[in-house]
T-cell receptor, first 112, second 108 residues
Framework: DTEVTQTPKHLVMGMTNKKSLKCEQH?????MYWYKQKAKKPPELMFV???????INESVPSRFSPECPNSSLLNLHLHALQPEDSALYLC???????????FGPGTRLTVT | KNEVEQSPQNLTAQEGEFITINCSYS?????LHWLQQHPGGGIVSLFM???GKKKHGRLIATINIQEKHSSLHITASHPRDSAVYIC??????????FGTGTRLTIIP
């Protein structure tokens, strides 16, 4: 199984809502990543978990809150988002930091 | 400054043509990825390489460490190859640095 899955595929939320994005992999990878991608731009790294501990936070606003409940799962909790947060959110995993990354299909988020 | 440049930005070709996409980077790297992204879709890792050449089906990736340059080739291109191809590198032990991508369109 070389797949990273993400749910939901699409999400529309209001600025006062609380929602969560989920990411799962069963490749035994110990590094997991959240990226944000705006249209026609390359992905931007948000967070990195290594061995279930947050190792990198790229100065992301606190309205985005990551969580790694176990080595296979990665969540991104969303609260009080702004319309400019609308983007494709990609999850990725790798054997370890700096190894080849496997990307999920993404969640397309629209904030209204 | 750690930079990645891709060329061309856009490429349109006829079905069957041989395609080359180029990637140059500014300083030494530990590894380079070639990634594919279809419109509205997630990212697929095509290759990760640190030296030499890799081949998978109709795709070939090469890297020249001395020249700080990599190429992605597609032989016998097909409309389903239409996508954005992204070069991403790891400088030292840092995060992935992405190029701006090459938008490839293959016309039947």
């Amino acid at each position: 199984d070389t797949e990273v899955t993400q749910t939901p595929k699409h999400l529309v939320m209001g600025m006062t809502n609380k929602k969560s994005l989920k990411c799962e992999q069963h490749m035994g990878h110990r590094a997991m990543y959240w990226y944000k991608q705006k249209a026609k731009k390359p992905p931007e790294l948000m967070f990195v978990y290594s061995y279930e501990k947050l190792s990198i936070n790229e100065s992301v606003p606190s309205r985005f809150s990551p969580e790694c409940p176990n080595s296979s799962l990665l969540n991104l909790h969303l609260h009080a988002l702004q319309p400019e947060d609308s983007a494709l959110y990609l999850c990725a995993s790798s054997q370890a930091w700096s190894n080849e990354q496997y990307f999920g299909p993404g969640t397309r988020l629209t904030v209204t | 400054k750690n930079e990645v440049e891709q060329s061309p930005q856009n490429l349109t070709a006829q079905e069957g043509e041989f395609i080359t996409i180029n990637c140059s980077y500014s300083v030494g790297i530990s590894a380079l990825h070639w990634l594919q992204q279809h419109p509205g879709g997630g990212i697929v890792s095509l290759f990760m390489l640190s030296s030499g050449k890799k081949k998978h089906g109709r795709l070939i990736a090469t890297i020249n460490i001395q020249e700080k340059h990599s190429s992605l080739h597609i032989t016998a291109s097909h409309p389903r190859d239409s996508a954005v191809y992204i070069c991403a590198v790891i400088f030292g032990n840092e995060k992935l640095t992405f190029g701006t991508g090459t938008r490839l369109t293959i016309i039947p």
